[in-house]
């Protein structure tokens, strides 16, 4: 089940643990974690993801971890994900093939049925 509060995405944590109490200058921030501008404001407005190279620059720069980083971004798009997901209805459930009308032609070569 989904949480009900969506998750901080890493650019807010970006900007309010690190851009904003130390006065960093953008462009220059973007040039040492080689980024370009408008990645940086795309992170920091939350409208881009920290993949994994940008999550070992952002480590390396403000002492962290890159799964810190990792972390943040895979539970923001996991919760996205959950409220934007249409339910599939179960194919298996504890190992075993669920026969309803609705599976069998999935796995009807399976069963001996063409």
Not at 68 to 76: E, G, I, S, V
């Amino acid at each position: 089940m989904a949480k009900k509060r969506k998750p901080t995405h890493p650019g807010e944590i970006l900007e309010e643990d690190y851009i904003k109490p130390f006065k960093l200058h953008l462009g220059r921030l973007a040039d040492r974690l080689g980024l370009s501008r408008k990645t940086l404001h795309k992170i920091r407005a939350g409208t881009a993801s920290i993949t994994v190279s940008i999550a070992m620059a952002l480590a390396e720069a403000f002492d962290t971890t890159p799964q810190f980083w990792l972390n943040l971004q895979q539970k923001y798009d996991l919760w996205t994900a959950e409220h934007q997901h249409k339910r599939v209805e179960p194919i298996i459930r504890n190992g075993a093939f669920i026969e309803n009308a609705r599976n069998l032609p999935i796995a009807a070569s399976h069963f001996g049925r063409e």
